[in-house]
């Protein structure tokens, strides 16, 4: 039975360069008809756990989730998964400050540039900001990490910074603390009050 992963995992070797069928084999295989674009892995994590809390099951429903390793690799994805390629439907996510990047990267696939949302800065402030910082602070407390949040506070870098800043930094400061993080605060959201670019991707699925 093939399973979501191991698509991921095809569509990350075709973006390096290996062979395409694998991908498309599987993608006929799991029914997708949507590849929803997503910059890293925890923006993938949080997409998948509101899907979660929302009851559904996107794979499913023909939604293939994939994080491209980075914004600078969403015109190659558009093109292998777009109209140029399996001629899926693409939406996912972006950074406002990567907007243009993503338009000129979807222009050049022949892909439609409206089903793409904006986040300020990342998702990580859209769910900060959501959740607000003191409810942020208390997952912190929660998950054992207020040493090292006390810590990074103390750094003189940080003095001079909103707290909704510091705690975005904070969130990228440890591998692998974004992914964790991206999964904690989605589940600490009011599943029907998340931030809009989130809760706009999922309804136009």
Not at 7 to 22: E, I, L, S, T, Y
Not at 32 to 54: I, K, M, N, Q, W
Not at 107 to 125: H, I, M
């Amino acid at each position: 039975m093939a399973d979501i992963q191991a698509f991921r995992n095809a569509v990350g070797d075709w973006a390096n360069g290996g062979p395409g069928k694998p991908a498309g084999d599987l993608a006929e295989l799991l029914g997708l008809r949507t590849a929803v674009l997503l910059e890293g892995p925890s923006d993938l994590v949080a997409v998948e756990a509101l899907a979660e809390r929302r009851g559904r099951d996107l794979t499913a429903e023909g939604v293939g989730v994939v994080s491209m390793g980075g914004a600078m690799s969403v015109g190659r994805h558009a093109g292998l998964l777009g109209p140029p390629g399996l001629g899926l439907r693409l939406t996912g996510l972006c950074d406002e400050r990567e907007q243009p990047f993503y338009e000129r990267g979807l222009e050049r696939a022949g892909a439609p540039r409206q089903g793409f949302f904006v986040c300020v800065a990342d998702l990580e402030e859209e769910l900060i900001r959501a959740l607000g910082t003191a409810r942020v602070e208390e997952i912190v407390r929660a998950e054992g990490d207020l040493r090292a949040w006390q810590t990074f506070l103390h750094q003189p870098a940080q003095h001079d910074r909103p707290r909704h800043r510091q705690l975005r930094r904070f969130l990228g400061t440890k591998k692998g603390r974004k992914i964790r993080y991206g999964r904690l605060l989605v589940e600490a959201l009011d599943p029907e009050g998340a931030p809009a670019p989130l809760d706009d991707l999922l309804g136009s699925l």
